[in-house]
């Protein structure tokens, strides 16, 4: 069957470039002569109905704004079958072949289960800060995460050095380590904490002891948000059971790492993967995740997705020990 009429969405957790994305999937569907629609708040704005139709005029000048206009949310009510149900009699009042969803595993998931009940195809592109995503070597809206981290732990840094403090700085990650250790990587931190890697504290209770005899006074550790040892705060606990005296000071850097215009990588892969997903469905593909893997474009089953994450590398996990002297 021939498509004509095109839905995009975003999904889950916002991440800076969905808005370039949603840019590219649009124009995509407009250069192909067809309609394109967007849905607002994710599958929420699916089951609400709050669906418009969009020009390629509608999407100017977002590409570099952070955020998305489509907003985006979880909704619980997708998670049932009388929410999905409402959701498809929605797509069919506008008479949509088929949809694009900017999001990450949870999105794909919803995907996957909405074509099983409806067999409406869709295709995902990897929107999300974590790039914990199998399928794609880095999700849209991480490198302009990572840069944002760079810039504020930089400049902890400065303090840090100041004071000869000890400074714990939390970023974001619930499950996934990537933005801790890259950024922390790019920082030159001590030491980088991630819920991957198990073993770490103890190798930072051996590195302080050791910075105290070399009278190294100051240091950065990275840590997770979600790391087993529960962030910033436990971090800090757990090091003055061993370091009563210890001068140290939490850093929480929280959402603005989700903010933001997004970086030229970000960009670049936003615009190609959304280009792709269109391009995809129009080529008869569905349940895919269109990602970038080796700078080639790669279309991974939905159901490879939900069930795979991205492994970090072992080469960087033994970086971490080596340069962080
Ligand atoms: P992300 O896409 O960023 O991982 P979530 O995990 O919150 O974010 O997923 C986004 C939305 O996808 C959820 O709020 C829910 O509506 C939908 N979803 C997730 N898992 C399923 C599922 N198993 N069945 C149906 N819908 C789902």
């Given at each position: 069957?021939?498509?004509?009429n095109?839905?995009?969405?975003?999904?889950?957790?916002?991440?800076?470039?969905?808005?370039?994305?949603?840019?590219?999937?649009?124009?995509t569907?407009?250069?192909?002569?067809?309609?394109?629609?967007?849905?607002?708040?994710?599958?929420?704005?699916?089951?609400?109905?709050?669906?418009?139709?969009?020009?390629?005029?509608?999407?100017?000048?977002?590409?570099?704004?952070?955020?998305?206009?489509?907003?985006?949310?979880?909704?619980?009510?997708?998670?049932?079958?009388?929410?999905?149900?409402?959701a498809?009699?929605?797509?069919?009042?506008?008479?949509?072949?088929?949809?694009?969803?900017?999001?990450?595993?949870?999105?794909?998931?919803?995907?996957?289960?909405f074509y099983?009940?409806?067999?409406?195809?869709?295709?995902?592109?990897?929107?999300?800060?974590?790039?914990?995503?199998?399928?794609?070597?880095?999700?849209?809206?991480f490198?302009?995460?990572?840069?944002?981290?760079?810039?504020?732990?930089?400049?902890?840094?400065?303090?840090?050095?100041?004071?000869?403090?000890?400074?714990?700085?939390?970023?974001?990650?619930?499950?996934?380590?990537?933005i801790?250790?890259?950024?922390g990587?790019?920082?030159?931190?001590?030491?980088?904490?991630?819920?991957?890697?198990?073993?770490s504290?103890?190798?930072?209770?051996?590195?302080?002891?050791?910075?105290?005899?070399?009278?190294?006074?100051?240091?950065?550790?990275?840590?997770?948000?979600?790391?087993?040892?529960?962030?910033?705060?436990?971090?800090?606990?757990?090091?003055?059971?061993?370091?009563?005296?210890?001068?140290?000071?939490?850093?929480?850097?929280?959402?603005?790492?989700?903010?933001?215009?997004?970086?030229?990588?970000?960009r670049?892969?936003?615009?190609?993967?959304?280009?792709?997903?269109?391009?995809?469905?129009l080529?008869?593909?569905?349940?895919?995740?269109?990602?970038?893997?080796?700078?080639?474009?790669?279309?991974?089953?939905?159901?490879?997705?939900?069930?795979?994450?991205?492994?970090i590398?072992?080469?960087?996990?033994?970086?971490?020990k080596?340069?962080?002297?």
């Amino acid at each position: 069957m021939q498509m004509k009429n095109i839905a995009v969405l975003t999904s889950g957790g916002d991440s800076p470039g969905m808005n370039a994305c949603v840019r590219a999937v649009v124009r995509t569907i407009k250069y192909h002569g067809l309609n394109a629609y967007g849905i607002m708040r994710g599958y929420q704005g699916m089951i609400e109905g709050d669906i418009v139709e969009l020009q390629s005029r509608d999407v100017s000048n977002i590409l570099q704004r952070g955020g998305t206009i489509l907003k985006t949310a979880r909704s619980k009510e997708f998670l049932t079958i009388q929410g999905r149900q409402k959701a498809f009699d929605n797509l069919q009042k506008h008479n949509i072949d088929g949809f694009v969803v900017i999001g990450g595993d949870g999105s794909c998931r919803g995907a996957l289960q909405f074509y099983k009940d409806f067999n409406v195809p869709s295709m995902a592109t990897p929107g999300t800060i974590d790039n914990d995503l199998a399928g794609s070597d880095f999700t849209i809206g991480f490198d302009t995460a990572i840069n944002t981290a760079v810039d504020a732990i930089d400049k902890i840094r400065d303090t840090a050095d100041s004071h000869n403090r000890l400074f714990i700085v939390e970023v974001m990650g619930r499950d996934a380590g990537y933005i801790a250790l890259h950024s922390g990587l790019a920082c030159g931190a001590e030491n980088i904490l991630i819920p991957e890697r198990k073993e770490s504290m103890q190798e930072v209770i051996e590195r302080i002891a050791d910075n105290n005899k070399r009278q190294k006074l100051m240091s950065i550790i990275v840590v997770a948000e979600g790391d087993e040892m529960g962030g910033a705060h436990h971090v800090d606990k757990y090091l003055k059971e061993f370091y009563p005296n210890l001068d140290s000071r939490i850093s929480i850097l929280g959402h603005i790492q989700r903010g933001g215009s997004p970086t030229c990588a970000d960009r670049i892969l936003a615009s190609r993967t959304g280009y792709a997903a269109v391009e995809g469905l129009l080529n008869g593909r569905s349940q895919a995740m269109v990602g970038v893997i080796n700078n080639e474009i790669a279309y991974t089953p939905f159901d490879e997705v939900v069930k795979l994450t991205q492994p970090i590398k072992a080469d960087m996990m033994e970086m971490i020990k080596v340069l962080s002297v």
